[in-house]
Antibody, heavy 127, light 108 residues
């Protein structure tokens, strides 16, 4: 079964830092881009950042550039280091899979992004 | 950045009836459009990708159409479990990936 499990959320003061983790299982992690998406209380979905399969490309929404860093490791985990946190960063943070593009014994495969989501972890920035 | 606009913001429909949700992109996204369902307190779930392809396990009462800038999600006969918030999302031109503001589908 494909699973994404986020952790690391909590209450932090403005200006503080937090590191989120997303543990994955049930699929070949190295075939997929990975994303962080957030949802402020009572609001819609906002894409935050993503990272290429090999970690060589990373992209961010403008509002977090210079403050957040996305990373991944070879143990099938995704991370989001959040520094200089602001009240407006308060949200549930989801990790989401995709897209994927890879070759295997049966040929080339492309899979659409955001096909699997984790259950989310709540980050509250408040004094 | 491509702006996604959904209408209506809230749609009230009776169980068993048909629901039609709309999504408009500020510029063409070809068919690189997904629909995501979110129930209260739950994570989002992919319903549709490529504008009209149902994701794994999604029932046939859900259908999607459109290309370019105008898209529609239709639920042919609403079941109780379909009342939720629906978001459209473009993945044609990124970063950033962008979502619409959502349509809340509520019981009439």
């Amino acid at each position: 079964e494909v699973q994404l499990v986020e952790s690391g959320g909590g209450l932090v003061q403005p200006g503080g830092s937090l590191r989120l983790s997303c543990a994955t299982s049930g699929f070949t992690f190295s075939n997929y881009w990975m994303n962080w998406v957030r949802q402020a209380p009572g609001k819609g979905l906002e894409w935050v950042a993503n990272i290429k399969q090999d970690g060589t490309e990373k992209f961010y929404v403008d509002s977090v550039k210079g403050r957040f860093t996305i990373s991944r490791d070879n143990a099938n985990s995704l991370y989001l280091q959040m520094n200089s946190l602001r009240a407006e960063d308060t949200a549930v943070y989801y990790c989401a899979r995709g897209p994927a593009d890879y070759y295997d014994s049966s040929g080339y495969h492309f899979e659409e992004p955001f096909d699997i989501w984790g259950q989310g972890t709540l980050v509250t920035v408040s004094s | 950045e491509i702006v996604m606009t959904q209408s209506p913001a809230t749609l009230s429909v009776s169980p068993g009836e048909r629901a039609t949700l709309s999504c408009r992109a500020s510029q063409s996204v070809s068919s690189n459009l997904a629909w995501v369902q979110q129930k209260p307190g739950q994570a989002p779930r992919l319903l549709m990708y490529g504008a009209s392809t149902r994701a794994t396990g999604i029932p046939a009462r859900f259908s999607g159409s459109g290309s370019g800038t105008e898209f529609t999600l239709t639920i042919s006969s609403l079941q109780s479990e379909d009342f939720a918030v629906y978001y459209c999302q473009q993945y044609h031109d990124w970063p950033p990936y962008t979502f619409g503001q959502g349509t809340k589908l509520e019981i009439k």
